[in-house]
């Protein structure tokens, strides 16, 4: 079996050595490999891999709402958000599928079974594929506003548009934070290696939550600075690794445990 995530930039993954310590742990044959393919080159070299025999594949930034035009069949998360992060080869056709709402939600679940989706609004900071898991998670789970701040206007509108939601200025992102229940960092912004998130949490209530899809730090400086203030903080990691298990799931019908061998495998 043959296994990949793409996206660019991707030498920061810890997905092949998640993924290739659930195939030894499962005894399957095959192997997991990071694949850096830019939007440009994404019809061609996509095509290349599937000619090489790649089976399945996982799509992270930037590539998760463009690759699904290649796609046969979409379950009804990669529908609604519009959003691709979990490809499976099967019969000669394409199914496409979004692990990251699972993810998203089972992290929140998990980390802070006490948080009520419904009491206030939301703040999402971005507005690509991880953005549209997270407005579709709380979408579903009745909160009563949802607040979209990007620095590209367009992308930031259209995902207000797709889930009912407010858009509002990057400017204006300390703004938006009054009154919120929980705020979402879905950018990269923050990523160790890469350009920092600028935000004073001054606004944000005591009370809200504050979760960011960057697990590398896996204390971004976001967390660290709303941790200070008091307000409660979810780290990525269980989201990395709960998309993950639902991906590995679709591709080999097991589902992997998630456990300290799995944090582990890419702690290494």
Same mark, same amino acid.
């Given at each position: 079996?043959?296994?990949?995530?793409?996206?660019?930039?991707?030498?920061?993954?810890?997905?092949?050595?998640?993924?290739?310590?659930?195939?030894?742990?499962?005894?399957?044959?095959?192997?997991?490999?990071?694949?850096?393919?830019?939007?440009?080159?994404?019809?061609?070299?996509?095509?290349?891999?599937?000619?090489?025999?790649?089976?399945?594949?996982?799509?992270?930034?930037?590539?998760?709402?463009?690759? =699904?035009? &290649?796609?046969?069949?979409? +379950?009804?998360?990669?529908?609604?958000? %519009? !959003?691709?992060?979990? @490809?499976?080869?099967?019969?000669?056709?394409?199914?496409?599928?979004?692990?990251?709402?699972?993810?998203?939600?089972?992290?929140?679940?998990?980390?802070?079974?006490?948080?009520?989706?419904?009491?206030?609004?939301?703040?999402?900071?971005?507005?690509?594929?991880a953005a549209r898991a997270a407005a579709y998670v709380l979408r579903q789970n009745n909160a009563p506003e949802i607040r979209i701040v990007n620095?590209?206007?367009?992308?930031?509108?259209?995902?207000?548009?797709?889930?009912? =939601?407010? &858009?509002?200025?990057?400017? +204006?992102?300390?703004?938006?934070?009054? %009154? !919120?229940?929980?705020? @979402?960092?879905?950018?990269?912004?923050?990523?160790?290696?890469?350009?920092?998130?600028?935000?004073?949490?001054?606004?944000?209530?005591?009370?809200?939550?504050?979760?960011?899809?960057?697990?590398?730090?896996?204390?971004?400086?976001?967390?660290?600075?709303?941790?200070?203030?008091?307000?409660?903080?979810?780290?990525?990691?269980?989201?990395?690794?709960?998309?993950?298990?639902k991906s590995f799931e679709i591709w080999t019908g097991l589902s992997p445990r998630v456990d300290d061998s799995s944090k582990e495998a890419i702690?290494?």
């Amino acid at each position: 079996m043959k296994l990949a995530v793409l996206g660019s930039p991707i030498s920061h993954s810890k997905s092949p050595a998640l993924h290739g310590h659930w195939l030894a742990e499962n005894n399957i044959q095959g192997t997991y490999e990071a694949i850096e393919i830019k939007p440009e080159n994404l019809e061609h070299d996509f095509g290349k891999l599937l000619e090489a025999g790649y089976e399945g594949f996982n799509v992270t930034v930037p590539l998760k709402e463009k690759i =699904g035009v &290649f796609c046969d069949f979409f +379950d009804g998360g990669a529908q609604a958000t %519009g !959003a691709v992060n979990t @490809i499976h080869l099967k019969d000669h056709k394409l199914y496409a599928y979004n692990t990251d709402i699972y993810g998203f939600q089972r992290n929140i679940e998990i980390n802070a079974p006490t948080f009520n989706w419904s009491d206030g609004p939301a703040v999402i900071l971005g507005a690509g594929g991880a953005a549209r898991a997270a407005a579709y998670v709380l979408r579903q789970n009745n909160a009563p506003e949802i607040r979209i701040v990007n620095r590209t206007a367009l992308k930031g509108v259209n995902l207000a548009e797709d889930f009912g =939601g407010h &858009f509002m200025e990057w400017e +204006d992102r300390e703004k938006a934070l009054k %009154g !919120a229940n929980i705020l @979402i960092n879905a950018t990269s912004l923050g990523m160790q290696g890469g350009k920092p998130l600028n935000i004073n949490l001054e606004n944000l209530p005591e009370r809200a939550l504050v979760t960011d899809i960057v697990y590398t730090p896996l204390m971004t400086p976001l967390l660290t600075q709303a941790l200070e203030r008091g307000n409660t903080v979810v780290t990525g990691a269980d989201m990395f690794f709960y998309q993950a298990q639902k991906s590995f799931e679709i591709w080999t019908g097991l589902s992997p445990r998630v456990d300290d061998s799995s944090k582990e495998a890419i702690a290494k």
